[in-house]
């Protein structure tokens, strides 16, 4: 099945779904997807990840693992946005949330996991 993009937001940003960090390039924002499988809005499932300028990495603890980023110049939702429709593309095909999880790893991560049966 394929991957539908429900929605996109930041609770770090108001409004949520298309506001700016103040500093348009040292910014670590936490983002998150609302997805489902095609025509299935019910089910949907939430995942997230950080959008992080190079400069924002440098506050960020050492000798840790971090979180799921995609690291950007400058704050730019287009190419968010764009960069989300691209990844999602890896998951069509998937024929659960458990597969979709495992092919986006790295990438994003899911919110809970309650809707996995493992």
């Known amino acids: 099945m394929n991957i539908e993009l429900l929605g996109i937001s930041s609770d770090q940003l108001e409004p949520s779904d298309s506001?700016?960090?103040?500093?348009?390039e040292n910014f670590d924002i936490l983002i998150e997807l609302d997805l489902c499988f095609e025509n299935?809005?019910?089910?949907?499932?939430?995942?997230?990840?950080?959008?992080?300028?190079?400069s924002a990495?440098?506050?960020?603890?050492?000798?840790?693992?971090?979180?799921?980023?995609?690291?950007?110049?400058?704050?730019?939702?287009?190419?968010i946005k764009?960069?989300?429709?691209?990844?999602?593309?890896?998951?069509?095909?998937?024929k659960s949330w458990t597969e979709v999880a495992t092919k986006l790893s790295g990438?994003?991560?899911?919110?809970?996991?309650s809707c996995f049966p493992w």
């Open 40 to 54: 299935h809005q019910a089910g949907s499932v939430f995942f997230e990840f950080y959008v992080a300028s190079p």
């Open 82 to 94: 764009n960069r989300i429709s691209k990844l999602l593309v890896h998951a069509n095909g998937s």
């Open 19 to 24: 506001g700016y960090p103040e500093d348009f």
């Open 107 to 113: 990438q994003i991560r899911p919110v809970s996991f």
């Open 57 to 79: 990495l440098s506050y960020r603890p050492i000798n840790c693992f971090s979180p799921p980023t995609l690291i950007l110049e400058e704050f730019d939702w287009n190419v």
